[in-house]
């Protein structure tokens, strides 16, 4: 089963946290991801980030974007990267060979 990670988009409702939401929706979509997305615009929530723009996204609680709207191919990019490694198996070293 696919792990479920927190998507967060931090700003306050502004003309590029809109861009922001539209585009991670669309890559999210793309790649069939349906994590859950929470907006957060509360500007004491915000401050706890340690942001220095917004709009910012944040992935489990790390910030991967701020100040800027990502486009498409670059939230595709990340999107994948967290999927991908979530689906790679651990190495197996048999340590005592037969």
């Known amino acids: 089963m696919p792990a479920i990670h927190q998507v967060k988009l931090l700003g306050i ?3 590029k946290d809109k ?5 991670v929706d669309q ?3 793309a790649l069939n991801i349906q994590w859950p ?3 957060i615009k509360d500007i004491n929530l915000l ?3 340690g942001i220095t723009g917004i709009p910012a996204l944040v992935i489990d609680d790390i910030v991967l974007f701020q100040d800027i709207v990502p486009n498409y191919k670059e939230l595709l990019h990340v999107f994948k990267e967290i999927t991908t490694k979530e ?3 651990p190495l197996y070293i048999n340590k005592n060979p037969e």
Do not use: D, T
């Open 19 to 23: 861009a922001l939401r539209q585009l």
């Open 27 to 29: 890559a999210m979509s």
């Open 37 to 39: 997305i929470e907006e």
């Open 47 to 49: 401050i706890h980030y």
């Open 13 to 15: 409702g502004a003309s």
């Open 87 to 89: 689906n790679e198996k």
